[in-house]
């Protein structure tokens, strides 16, 4: 039996560790707060993260580093991007030789404009053969309440890529497919959340659906042109992990960085809406270091511009507006 270690507590580490538990794996999530954990072993409920969703009773939990990653193949790590090398620094001892490390985090490291498969490579001293990143259109709460979705399984290792597919497969709430293309993969997921934050400033200024359709196709140009300038499969953003993580993203209200964008849009400063939003919204922070690693490679992309000048540069949304408006006239395809 495949033992999964998932660390980090919130709505999308506990779901896809509901995930790993019914799909027959024996799973254990890591979390720092006793009181969530507790509840979780005791109550079978995450009821911080997951309010009135049953958990598996065969899932545990712990706040032992060492227990959690006892004889673990697989180490999924759910901890907001920007926290990753910290926390895996303290945990990288007790990580087993031979584990598979997995990423769910959607991410672009302040400072090094590292995507999370890199500092994952990095702090833990492991070949890429034995990263794996797991990336879609995955909102929790939907999940979690059992519903129908699907996600792409990264590696550039195809046979671990299917070893990880097989641990997470199950049929009819879970269906994930398999790809080589991490850093395509990555950039999808990073990325969108970015311009999440755009089409939600769009919605909380009245915008309508023209405007909404129009930031995520030029959002997905932009996507896509990083992704071409950093050597992605151009056939990934097409896929889950591309435009179907993107459209999730940008149109449910169960998006974090939708709302935090809505709430933006709607007048709320920036310490309004970080105060009134209680899990990480991780293109705030994301949405400096994609423009850092779009600059350092020659990439524009104005969305992602506009974005940073609202959320840490005090720019209005009307001035954000009026900029990506009237930009000069230019072919559909520029720059790919």
Same mark, same amino acid.
């Given at each position: ?14 779901t ?8 027959g ?23 911080d ?6 958990l598996?009773?065969?899932?545990r ?16 790590? +759910?901890?907001p991007?920007q ?18 490390l997995?990423s ?5 490291e ?6 999370m ?11 890429q ?31 671990? +890529?299917?070893?990880?597919q097989?641990a ?21 997921g ?10 939600g ?7 309508g ?6 930031l ?16 992605a ?26 709302t ?14 970080i ?9 705030v ?9 779009a ?13 940073v000048?609202?959320?840490h ?5 009307t ?17 790919t």
């Open positions: 039996m495949t033992k999964a270690a998932v660390f980090g507590t919130g709505s999308w580490g506990t896809y560790a509901m995930i790993l538990a019914e799909a794996n024996k799973t254990i999530l890591y979390g720092r707060r006793r009181e969530v954990v507790e509840s979780i072993d005791r109550t079978h409920m995450n009821t993260y997951l309010p009135g969703i049953s598996p009773t065969s899932l939990a712990t706040t032992d580093v060492a227990e959690a990653l006892d004889g673990a193949d697989l180490v999924v790590l +759910a901890v991007s926290t990753l090398r910290a926390n895996l620094t303290a945990w990288r001892e007790h990580i087993p030789r031979e584990a598979i997995v769910l985090m959607k991410g672009i302040l400072g090094t404009t590292k995507r498969s890199e500092v994952i490579r990095e702090v833990a001293g492991v070949p053969e034995r990263v794996a990143v797991v990336s879609g259109p995955n909102l929790a709460k939907e999940i979690a309440q059992r519903q129908p979705a699907a996600s792409v399984v990264a590696c550039t290792d195809e046979g671990v +890529a299917a070893r990880l097989e997470c497969h199950l049929p009819p709430w879970f269906r994930p497919y398999t790809n080589t293309d991490v850093v395509g993969v990555e950039l999808g990073a990325v969108k959340n970015v311009i999440a934050l755009a089409v400033v769009a919605h909380g200024m009245g915008m659906e023209n405007v909404g359709a129009m995520m196709t030029r959002g997905l140009a932009e996507i896509s042109r990083l992704g071409a300038a950093l050597g499969d151009p056939h990934t953003f097409a896929g889950l992990a591309g435009m179907g993580d993107l459209v999730a993203t940008c149109t449910s209200p169960l998006s974090r960085n939708r935090f964008g809505e709430n933006l849009g709607r007048g709320m400063t920036l310490e309004q809406v105060a009134a939003t209680r899990q990480t919204a991780e293109g922070k994301s949405c400096e270091s994609v423009l850092e690693l600059r350092k490679h020659g990439v524009e992309m104005p969305i992602t511009e506009v974005v000048g609202v959320v540069d005090g720019m209005s949304p001035e954000a507006g009026m900029l990506l408006m009237s930009r000069s006239p230019k072919p559909e395809r520029y720059g």
